[in-house]
């Protein structure tokens, strides 16, 4: 027996059998089949789209190829969307599965608490640990979150075992119109995030889902635009940040040394309040990195405005142009970068309404 | 003779043994206190933070002073937005565990009380506040370091 651990060959041949022993043990488990972000429509005909105000279901399909054992454990579904949705307090999640007694029954998942970290999260929330691992998936703004839920009941599930689970999520969308890529992600609290992708899968819609027929103009996470403006929940009194994404569609503003920000705020009765269109350091936009063609600008909107006492701001159309106003980036470039939407004598200006849900 | 010597190291022994064995009364450990936290003083703010993102070079933040004076008043320097937007008077709700920071505007009946942490770091102290001066669903953390009053 020694000599055979003695002899090099034999102990790469053995430590190579061994590994490959332990990743077989290891591969399972779990496997997202579909997501379905389909609505019925008023027709009767079939849309990624619903109604403001209304609820919506979504429905995950997948099974689990069990090759190992697992006693007491809970099963994690993680749902990304708007954070104007507030998932967190209006939706209801239910599953089934076949490891029931009656997989016709839809169980209860509840939402998982930020007091309870994933197991192999490193310290971090469930919410934080897959934001930094998949981000906002394909959306190109950052104001969403991925809410996490947890089955009940614990189950008790064996090498060999090979059942199906569907999990339906129902939450009211709010009123924001609005286009998304939806997230979904699957896990179990025994992998609780760990580095290996076969206890968990992600999923994201294959088109975006809509919100229509609501308040204030479309929130687009899905597409990148000229414009960005962060927080999109905000009001005077928020720090907001309006950037000029300068390198995603062809533009002569890019090129210049130096890019502005023009805005003018209105009140509630669509009186403007002031605008401002000096060429300072006021308005003067900077270059977020130097690998980025982003160049921002973050201000106190009640200040930058010098709103007066008791007024209030409820809309800012603004535009991003050089020095001396030669090239101007308005919401009809965007129209026709994106949408080839001819562009007429007069240019709209980009819009941003200080809405707060 | 000698079991007399004995019993003389023996009885010596055992008082040695007794006036050794004094109860210690340490009365500087007994009357320990948890200090005060004094958190008078010129507040600079620092560091800001937005959703949990930090947005400190984005602007210019460090013009905002928080002044917490020693006769109970405190006064706003070049205002940001901020949990309250006249000066007024302040105080914590625990002088020894400063755990919230209460502060009433001039002409207002109403206290503002703001959670606060207040550890030290990299050898200085700060204050460590989080609030939602716009929409509430936004969150900013502002860090103030406290400033030498030459």
Same mark, same amino acid.
């Given at each position: 027996?020694?000599?055979?651990?003695?002899?090099?060959?034999?102990?790469?041949?053995?430590?190579?059998?061994?590994? +490959?022993?332990?990743?077989?043990?290891?591969?399972?488990?779990?496997?997202?089949?579909?997501?379905?972000?389909?609505?019925?429509? /008023?027709?009767?005909?079939?849309?990624?789209?619903?109604?403001?105000?209304?609820?919506?279901?979504?429905?995950?399909?997948?099974?689990?190829?069990?090759?190992?054992?697992?006693?007491?454990?809970?099963?994690?579904?993680?749902?990304?969307?708007?954070?104007?949705?507030?998932?967190?307090?209006?939706?209801?999640?239910?599953? &089934?599965? &076949?490891l029931a007694t009656n997989p016709e029954e839809e169980l209860k998942m509840s939402v998982v608490p930020e007091s309870s970290l994933p197991k192999n999260g490193g310290g971090r929330t469930w919410g934080?640990?897959?934001?930094?691992?998949?981000?906002?998936?394909?959306?190109?703004?950052?104001?969403?979150?991925?809410?996490?839920?947890?089955?009940?009941?614990?189950?008790?599930?064996?090498?060999?075992?090979?059942?199906?689970?569907?999990?339906?999520?129902?939450?009211?969308?709010?009123?924001?119109?609005?286009?998304?890529?939806? %997230?979904?992600?699957?896990?179990?609290?025994?992998?609780?995030?760990? &580095?290996?992708?076969?206890?968990?899968?992600?999923?994201?819609?294959?088109?975006?889902? /809509?919100?229509?027929?609501?308040?204030?103009?479309?929130?687009?996470?899905?597409?990148?635009?000229?414009?960005?403006?962060?927080?999109?929940?905000?009001?005077?009194?928020?720090?907001?940040?309006?950037?000029?994404?300068?390198?995603?569609?062809?533009?002569?503003?890019?090129?210049?040394? /130096?890019?502005?920000?023009?805005?003018?705020?209105?009140? /509630?009765? %669509?009186?403007?309040?002031?605008?401002?269109?000096?060429?300072?350091?006021?308005?003067?936009?900077?270059?977020?990195?130097?690998?980025?063609? +982003?160049?921002?600008?973050?201000?106190?909107p009640a200040s930058f405005f010098n709103v007066p006492q008791g007024k209030e701001i409820k809309k800012i159309d603004y535009v991003f142009t050089n020095k001396d106003r030669s090239i101007i980036i308005t919401q009809s470039d965007d129209d026709f970068a994106i949408n080839h939407i001819p562009i007429n004598s007069e240019k709209e200006p980009f819009v941003f309404e200080l809405l707060c849900d | 003779m000698k079991s007399k010597i004995l019993k003389t190291v023996t009885l010596l022994s055992f008082f040695t043994f007794l006036i050794s064995c004094d109860a210690f009364t340490d009365s500087e450990f007994n009357d320990y206190k948890e200090s005060v936290k004094d958190l008078s003083g010129v507040w600079q703010l620092k560091t800001v933070s937005r959703n949990g993102i930090d947005i400190s070079s984005t602007m210019n933040f460090s013009q905002f002073h928080l002044n917490l004076n020693p006769n109970g008043s405190y006064t706003l320097e070049n205002y940001l937005p901020f949990a309250v937007k006249d000066n007024g008077e302040w105080r914590v709700d625990d002088p020894q565990y400063p755990y919230n920071l209460i502060l009433r505007e001039n002409n207002s009946s109403e206290d503002i009380t703001i959670g606060l942490k207040y550890p030290i770091v990299n050898g200085k102290r700060i204050i460590s506040i989080t609030l939602s001066p716009g929409c509430q669903s936004n969150t900013y953390v502002y860090v103030f370091e406290k400033i030498d009053n030459n």
């Open positions: 027996m020694k000599n055979i651990f003695k002899n090099k060959k034999n102990t790469r041949l053995i430590g190579l059998f061994l590994t +490959v022993g332990f990743v077989l043990f290891l591969i399972g488990c779990v496997f997202i089949d579909s997501v379905s972000i389909l609505q019925i429509q /008023e027709d009767g005909t079939q849309a990624p789209r619903t109604k403001a105000g209304s609820v919506a279901t979504f429905i995950l399909t997948g099974h689990i190829n069990c090759q190992e054992d697992h006693g007491d454990v809970q099963f994690i579904f993680s749902f990304l969307a708007p954070k104007s949705w507030n998932v967190r307090q209006n939706a209801t999640v239910t599953y &089934t599965t &076949t934080e640990a897959l934001m930094q691992e998949y981000g906002v998936g394909p959306n190109v703004l950052s104001d969403m979150e991925w809410v996490t839920f947890a089955t009940n009941d614990k189950w008790a599930i064996y090498n060999g075992d090979k059942p199906n689970y569907t999990i339906y999520l129902r939450t009211n969308v709010g009123y924001q119109n609005l286009k998304a890529y939806l %997230g979904f992600f699957v896990n179990h609290t025994d992998d609780g995030m760990s &580095t290996s992708a076969d206890h968990k899968k992600v999923k994201f819609s294959d088109t975006p889902f /809509e919100v229509y027929g609501g308040k204030g103009l479309m929130i687009d996470y899905s597409t990148d635009h000229f414009n960005k403006v962060q927080p999109l929940a905000s009001l005077q009194d928020d720090y907001v940040t309006f950037s000029f994404n300068g390198g995603v569609y062809q533009n002569d503003l890019i090129s210049c040394s /130096e890019i502005y920000f023009e805005g003018i705020a209105y009140d /509630e009765n %669509g009186e403007i309040i002031s605008e401002v269109n000096e060429k300072t350091d006021k308005t003067l936009l900077h270059r977020e990195s130097m690998f980025s063609q +982003v160049y921002s600008l973050t201000m106190w | -």
